[in-house]
């Protein structure tokens, strides 16, 4: 097919996923068609090399054209593309690959649940926690708390719990069982003069406050990032977790950790939650599961969760939640390969090494640029943050579009691959695992002459 033609088709037949429908349809937008991909490089039909310095999104962690993933995916269609996994069924890989899953997560965690992607994850864990509470006879305690900022999705209830106004408004969102709460985003910070220890007090201040005007007692669980991710990438202030956790425990409140972007090694440790210390009830695992290979994703339920759902089960009956595709094997087997490639790579450590480098280089480049409020960033994510006026942190008007004319510019000159964030001027980086020095000097570079030529 010419290009053309698949140009054409593609605004006659598709609509995409978070896109300016009536632009794309109209042709205002580019339309790039993606043809193949080796390691942090993706390439076009036109024969356009790009660095991927998101891969994908935040989810081709091992990076591109791994053969191990892709022979593994083959020889399960090959041998048995789908079978059930309802009443006991299972297969092979997804019998591993749970045991796999289950040896890297903390240790208080006991069972997997798949499904396919983070929306879905989200979307099983509030129907396990307002399971969990019927069982314990808790009818009122179902409300979810989740942060401005966050980002868990974009289904009924996932979308409420996104704290994104874009996905709310014309949704009739959020739903009435979701409340939010203040984004730890120190740079953001209303008052100025606080330091990272007020600012900290104040989020557990805010928190107290909404679970007293709710009542504890209708509030059945929290749900959060390790860092939050597509709400600005921002890694927690120091103690953050430590002190939202007290604050949890001591109303009888569930934790889950949204771990679909930190889980399998982002902030070169395992999980997010290991790198913070956080002791969740359920962790959501998608994206680096399977290095986006294949769909898979899953809801990770602690001891303490599992116990009453299990015995739940023995008086009510079996769970009336289960998914066509649940444990598919080619993604069970897609996710048994990329698991043990990070293994065998040492991947892990090199997300933190890489990462760190990035981060490092990143902020050399651009620290004292004028319009450089803040450059951030934890193991292998890394944000750099636009402001009008460093000095009063005042911030441009959205309709200035800097992050995405940014964005834009940097693939236009040097073929690289960042995300513009969806609120604010923020410029997002999330690369391969795989990354290397060399590769990360080619993102710095290209992101300093990007912004040289967007705002001198
Ligand atoms: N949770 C987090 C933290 C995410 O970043 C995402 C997607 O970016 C999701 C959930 C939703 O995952 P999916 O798009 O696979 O439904």
Not at 65 to 77: F, H, L, N, P, Y
Not at 138 to 145: A, D, L, V, Y
Not at 156 to 174: A, N, Q, R, W, Y
Not at 235 to 263: C, F, R, S
Request: hydrophobic share 40%; glycine share 10%.
């Amino acid at each position: 097919l010419k290009n053309d033609q698949l140009d054409q088709w593609d605004r006659d037949n598709f609509f995409h996923p978070s896109t300016h429908l009536a632009q794309h349809a109209r042709g205002d937008s580019p339309s790039r068609v993606i043809k193949t991909a080796n390691g942090v490089h993706i390439e076009d039909r036109d024969g356009n090399q790009l660095l991927d310095a998101f891969a994908g999104l935040y989810c081709v962690n091992v990076g591109y054209g791994r053969q191990d993933i892709a022979e593994a995916i083959a020889a399960q269609a090959k041998e048995l593309a789908y079978y059930h996994s309802y009443v006991g069924h299972g297969t092979e890989a997804s019998i591993t690959l749970s045991k796999m899953i289950l040896d890297r997560a903390p240790s208080n965690m006991s069972k997997v649940y798949f499904g396919l992607g983070g929306s879905d994850a989200n979307e099983t864990n509030v129907k396990l926690i307002w399971y969990y509470n019927n069982i314990l006879g808790r009818h009122e305690k179902k409300k979810i708390i989740s942060r401005w900022r966050g980002y868990h999705g974009s289904g009924l209830v996932t979308g409420s719990l996104t704290g994104l106004e874009l996905f709310h408004k014309k949704f009739d969102l959020p739903l009435a069982q979701v409340v939010h709460t203040e984004a730890p985003y120190y740079f953001r910070r209303d008052d100025l003069s606080q330091t990272e220890e007020q600012f900290v007090a104040h989020c557990v201040a805010e928190l107290e406050a909404l679970i007293e005007r709710e009542g504890a007692d209708t509030i059945a669980a929290f749900i959060g990032e390790p860092v939050l991710g597509t709400g600005g990438i921002v890694p927690p202030p120091a103690g953050y977790w430590a002190a939202i956790q007290a604050v949890l425990k001591k109303h009888d409140i569930l934790l889950v950790a949204d771990e679909v972007v930190t889980g399998f090694g982002r902030l070169g440790t395992m999980f997010g939650s290991d790198h913070y210390g956080i002791e969740a009830d359920i962790i959501t695992i998608a994206k680096g599961l399977t290095s986006a290979y294949a769909p898979l994703s899953g809801s990770i339920v602690s001891d303490k969760v599992w116990k009453v759902l299990e015995q739940g089960t023995d008086e009510n009956g079996p769970i009336g939640h289960g998914w066509t595709y649940s444990a598919h094997p080619i993604g069970a087997a897609a996710g048994v390969a990329n698991l043990k490639l990070i293994d065998e790579l040492d991947l892990v450590t090199n997300a933190g090494e890489v990462g760190a480098y990035l981060n490092k280089t990143m902020t050399e480049a651009l620290g004292s640029h004028p319009n450089v409020g803040d450059i951030r960033g934890e193991g292998m994510l890394c944000a750099v943050e636009f402001v009008k006026d460093k000095d009063s942190r005042t911030f441009f008007d959205a309709a200035d579009k800097i992050g995405p004319q940014i964005s834009a510019t940097l693939l236009a000159q040097d073929k690289v691959i960042a995300r513009a964030m969806p609120q604010g001027d923020i410029l997002g980086f999330a690369p391969p695992f795989c990354l290397t020095k060399a590769e990360a000097d080619t993102v710095v570079a290209a992101t300093a002459a990007a912004v040289k030529t967007v705002l001198g």
